[in-house]
């Protein structure tokens, strides 16, 4: 008797582990706080993703002064994507350092004068997409009726707020 088998199917790559599998989004990551109160984040820079710079690039790219490169965001963003490619990697892997902040002396007034720091183009994207990922996570953890540092909340919406709650308690 002869035994027929199916062909075999095709090998797919193996896709466990970390490294191959994309970080989830930022409402993914929302959403996972949310519903799962007891889960712990420990580490935000798997988190840090080329998408997320990209996303941040497009809020961050105002006619600000050339940082310690010495380019303004227009020449900048001409090589954001290489430059993107080269840093992204190494943050996440914990191995980027920010570059030195250029000092530059503001003439008040009084004759005195204001120090000002400007940093380089990345490491002030760096700092808006921890912040950005770490909202999304900890958001869900404040109550609705808190208002301070919050995305669309803040002390005028506290202040108009107010008086409602104080006539009718809520």
Known sequence: MTEVRSPPRPLRPDTVGADHQPPPSLPGRAHKAQTDKPHRVRDLS?????????????????PAASGVEG??????????QANLTAWAPRLQGRRYRATRVRRWYLPQENGAARPVGIPAREDTLVPWA????????????????????????????????????LQYGT
């Open 46 to 62: 798997g988190g840090l993703d080329a998408a997320l710079f990209l996303d941040g690039w497009g809020d961050l790219t105002t």
């Open 71 to 80: 380019l303004t965001a227009q020449a900048y963003a001409v090589t954001f």
């Open 130 to 165: 921890g912040a950005k990922l770490w909202t999304a996570i900890s958001a869900q953890d404040l109550l609705d009726g808190r208002d301070g540092y919050r995305p669309g909340r803040g002390a005028w919406e506290a202040v108009r707020d107010l008086p409602f709650a």
